[in-house]
């Protein structure tokens, strides 16, 4: 017995798959044309980045 699978289930799926690969597809290339020294840049700024999302995300909410 074949399993049926409902069209409008798959179609959310596939289209965040086709979405993700697209935002990747987009960095990669944003990252291959940047210069390099941009690309060390926001490579070096990405740890003070995370720590202040995280320090947003600790903080209580009023």
């Known amino acids: 017995m074949p399993i049926s699978i409902d069209p409008m ?3 959310p799926l596939l289209v965040g ?3 993700i690969a697209l935002v ?4 990669i290339v944003a990252l291959l044309r ?3 020294a941009d ?3 926001v490579i070096k700024a990405l740890p ?3 720590a202040t999302l995280l320090r947003l ?3 209580p909410r009023q």
């Open 24 to 27: 990747a597809i987009v960095c």
């Open 17 to 19: 798959v086709v979405g």
């Open 34 to 36: 940047a210069d390099r």
């Open 57 to 59: 995300r600790r903080r």
């Open 48 to 50: 003070e980045l995370a």
């Open 39 to 41: 690309t060390v840049a």
């Open 9 to 11: 289930l798959v179609l």
